[in-house]
């Protein structure tokens, strides 16, 4: 593991505290879950991707067990042990099943304490460490991780390329970024996607998030080498939505220096 001493950080509940708790977008965000139903029983969050019947967010969940699985097939082509840095990890689903099968080194990070401690409670494997930690604070290592994902959260990042180069940073030479069930949005739609953002927040008692939560356009990625390894705009994607089931409409990036 990177990290051998961890006697030196604080820890509590099992996560490693690096950076001072952000209460101000920690507690809004918790509401947004909250009324969103989107905090989830220990019992849900060891079952996920594979969402229960019982799951109010059923639908989205078989969506993106399909994307889960892409990246899970691109993993099974790694042959040595990788430091993986799961970003935005959440209740830490993605890293578990990962785990499950994959003997690599995770490192799940997020600012949502109570996720985390939840996380921290039901995947307890050594080669999994859970850390509270502003990634633009935090004191990671130059030249460390092989691979780190951000799933489902580029949305509370304000700076795309900031945050990639925070994140190549800390990664390999040859280090991947792999951006996944994130919207991605053309100039002229950005404008009426913060609209909804804010009816939809609005609607939930809590506009105040519209504040916390960004929309990204793909032309933010020009500085740095990318490509889609899953894109829902290409024509045989649309067919395959049409004719057989639906599939994530966000894309898989990969981002390279």
Same mark, same amino acid.
């Given at each position: 593991?990177?990290?051998?001493?961890?006697?030196?950080?604080?820890?509590?509940?099992?996560?490693?505290?690096?950076?001072?708790?952000?209460?101000?977008?920690?507690?809004?965000?918790?509401?947004?879950?909250? /009324?969103?139903?989107?905090?989830?029983?220990?019992?849900?969050?060891?079952?996920?991707?594979?969402?229960?019947?019982?799951?109010?967010?059923?639908?989205?969940?078989?969506?993106?067990?399909?994307?889960?699985?892409?990246?899970?097939?691109?993993?099974?082509?790694?042959?040595?042990?990788?430091?993986?840095?799961?970003?935005?990890?959440?209740?830490?689903?993605?890293?578990?099943?990962?785990?499950?099968?994959?003997?690599?080194?995770?490192?799940?990070?997020?600012?949502?304490?109570?996720?985390?401690?939840?996380?921290?409670?039901?995947?307890?494997?050594?080669?999994? /460490?859970?850390?509270?930690?502003?990634?633009?604070?935090?004191?990671?290592?130059?030249?460390?991780?092989?691979?780190?994902?951000?799933?489902?959260?580029?949305?509370?990042?304000?700076?795309?390329?900031?945050?990639?180069?925070?994140?190549?940073?800390?990664?390999?030479?040859?280090?991947?970024?792999?951006?996944?069930?994130?919207?991605?949005?053309?100039?002229?739609?950005?404008?009426?996607?913060?609209?909804?953002?804010?009816?939809?927040?609005?609607?939930?008692?809590?506009?105040?998030?519209?504040?916390?939560?960004?929309?990204?356009?793909?032309?933010?990625?020009?500085?740095? /080498?990318?490509?889609?390894?899953?894109?829902?705009?290409?024509?045989?994607?649309?067919?395959?939505?049409?004719?057989?089931?639906?599939?994530?409409?966000?894309?898989?990036?990969?981002?390279?220096?």
């Amino acid at each position: 593991m990177i990290i051998e001493d961890v006697s030196k950080q604080k820890i509590i509940n099992g996560v490693i505290h690096l950076t001072e708790p952000d209460k101000s977008f920690e507690n809004l965000y918790l509401q947004i879950l909250k /009324r969103e139903k989107r905090l989830y029983s220990d019992e849900e969050v060891r079952l996920l991707p594979y969402a229960s019947e019982k799951n109010p967010h059923k639908d989205e969940w078989e969506l993106r067990t399909k994307s889960f699985l892409r990246f899970k097939n691109y993993l099974a082509r790694k042959e040595s042990t990788l430091n993986i840095l799961d970003l935005g990890c959440g209740n830490g689903w993605l890293t578990a099943q990962l785990a499950k099968e994959y003997n690599h080194n995770y490192f799940c990070v997020d600012t949502n304490l109570v996720e985390l401690e939840q996380a921290a409670r039901l995947f307890t494997k050594d080669n999994i /460490r859970f850390f509270y930690a502003d990634i633009s604070k935090a004191s990671f290592p130059t030249n460390t991780f092989h691979i780190i994902i951000i799933n489902s959260c580029l949305q509370y990042f304000p700076e795309v390329e900031t945050l990639l180069k925070e994140c190549f940073t800390i990664s390999k030479s040859y280090g991947e970024v792999h951006i996944i069930d994130t919207p991605f949005y053309k100039a002229n739609e950005i404008m009426q996607a913060r609209n909804y953002s804010l009816k939809h927040f609005t609607s939930l008692g809590l506009p105040d998030m519209t504040k916390k939560y960004y929309h990204h356009s793909i032309k933010e990625l020009k500085y740095f /080498r990318y490509r889609f390894l899953y894109n829902p705009a290409l024509l045989k994607h649309k067919i395959y939505n049409f004719i057989f089931e639906k599939d994530s409409p966000y894309p898989w990036v990969i981002v390279t220096r």
